[in-house]
């Protein structure tokens, strides 16, 4: 077999081992008990962990048995020279949460002071959004289940058969496709809303797209899946909510944070950024393979 078809037979084995780990145990327990229930609670905490983590188990998995082995498996903090991309890693998101939240105000709602400084003080609002950034390595372990799968092993065994834009869509759509079974019981965007479920499956495969053009990077630049794996904890944890702190002028808070028409305000901070990196990348690679 030629050194492609054995990457191509790796990437292969790791995505059904990604999607079986974590799709037949999310069904099985939707059905049996509830997507609240097992989910939402933590009733079931170790069911949820175990298929947040199939990424990274099926990267495991791989290794052992197509007897790869344990190279490269992009680990090390590598912070010599990359402190930069481990600050971005917590300040994108929080970046892009607050345009977020100021276009959801010049665009659902409207601008009002006295409801913005209601939220918070500014001393407040600050401790907030560096306490945001700061934690962001501390709960990396949340997503490193999914980086570590995603960006260390499936994205290395694609982009040489697919190259770096290939990568970056088809990648995308694979990893938003595999939430599906959570966004079909209205975890990303609710239920309440035209096209359901197939729309939210699609708005989940773009944004994971964007998303996931910004951990590709990363990792290329640092060599390492940590910074993917703050960048992905921050984004979860607190980018938009520190944003809603400039919303005002929106009744319900928790519908719209929910619905689609927000998700569609947070693509456009992202796809500008994501564009602007998937262009560094590809430039980046030809330099490299024009010296070698």
Same mark, same amino acid.
């Given at each position: =077999?030629?050194?492609?078809?054995?990457?191509? !037979?790796?990437? $292969?084995?790791?995505?059904?081992?990604?999607?079986?780990?974590? &799709?037949?145990?999310?069904?099985?327990?939707?059905?049996?008990?509830?997507?609240?229930?097992?989910?939402?609670?933590?009733h079931y905490f170790i069911f949820v962990q175990f298929v947040i983590?199939? *990424?990274?188990?099926?990267?495991?998995?791989?290794?052992?048995?197509?007897?790869?082995?344990?190279?490269?498996? %992009?680990?090390?903090?590598?912070?010599?020279?990359?402190?930069?991309? %481990?600050? $971005?890693?917590?300040?994108? *998101?929080?970046?892009?949460?607050?345009?977020?939240?100021?276009? !959801?105000?010049?665009?659902?709602?409207? &601008?009002?002071? !006295?409801?913005?400084?209601?939220? /918070?003080?500014?001393?407040?609002? $600050?401790?907030?959004? #560096?306490?945001? /950034?700061?934690?962001?390595?501390?709960?990396?372990?949340?997503?490193? @289940?999914?980086?570590?799968?995603?960006? /260390?092993?499936?994205?290395q065994k694609m982009e040489p058969l697919l190259g770096t834009v290939?990568?970056?869509?088809?990648? @995308?759509?694979?990893?938003?496709? &595999?939430?599906?079974? #959570?966004?079909?019981?209205?975890?990303?965007?609710?239920?309440?809303?035209?096209?359901? *479920?197939?729309?939210?499956?699609? #708005?989940?495969?773009?944004?994971?797209?964007?998303?996931?053009?910004?951990?590709? &990077?990363?990792?290329?630049?640092?060599?390492?899946?940590?910074? /993917?794996?703050?960048?992905?904890?921050?984004?979860?944890?607190?980018?938009?909510?520190?944003?809603?702190? $400039?919303?005002?002028?929106?009744?319900? =808070?928790?519908?719209?944070?929910?619905?689609?028409?927000?998700q569609a305000i947070v693509l456009i901070p992202y796809a500008v950024?994501?564009?602007?990196? =998937?262009?560094? =990348?590809?430039?980046?690679?030809?330099?490299?393979?024009?010296?070698?």
């Amino acid at each position: =077999m030629t050194s492609k078809g054995k990457t191509a !037979a790796r990437l $292969l084995i790791f995505l059904v081992l990604a999607f079986g780990i974590a &799709w037949i145990p999310a069904v099985i327990m939707n059905k049996k008990i509830g997507y609240e229930e097992w989910f939402v609670t933590d009733h079931y905490f170790i069911f949820v962990q175990f298929v947040i983590f199939a *990424p990274a188990i099926a990267n495991v998995l791989t290794r052992l048995i197509t007897k790869e082995g344990f190279g490269q498996t %992009y680990l090390r903090l590598n912070l010599k020279g990359n402190v930069r991309y %481990y600050i $971005l890693a917590a300040a994108i *998101p929080i970046a892009v949460g607050l345009i977020t939240g100021l276009a !959801a105000t010049l665009i659902y709602g409207k &601008w009002d002071l !006295a409801e913005i400084r209601s939220h /918070a003080s500014w001393k407040t609002a $600050l401790g907030f959004l #560096l306490s945001t /950034a700061t934690a962001g390595p501390l709960i990396a372990f949340q997503t490193f @289940g999914e980086e570590f799968g995603w960006r /260390a092993y499936m994205n290395q065994k694609m982009e040489p058969l697919l190259g770096t834009v290939g990568t970056c869509i088809l990648g @995308g759509i694979i990893w938003g496709v &595999w939430h599906a079974p #959570l966004t079909i019981e209205g975890h990303n965007f609710g239920k309440d809303y035209a096209g359901y *479920p197939y729309a939210g499956i699609a #708005l989940m495969a773009l944004f994971c797209t964007l998303h996931g053009i910004m951990l590709m &990077w990363l990792v290329k630049k640092t060599g390492s899946v940590i910074p /993917a794996a703050i960048f992905h904890a921050v984004n979860n944890n607190g980018g938009f909510t520190v944003g809603n702190m $400039l919303i005002s002028g929106i009744k319900d =808070m928790e519908a719209f944070n929910n619905s689609l028409g927000k998700q569609a305000i947070v693509l456009i901070p992202y796809a500008v950024i994501a564009l602007a990196v =998937m262009i560094s =990348m590809v430039i980046e690679k030809r330099r490299t393979e024009r010296k070698e």
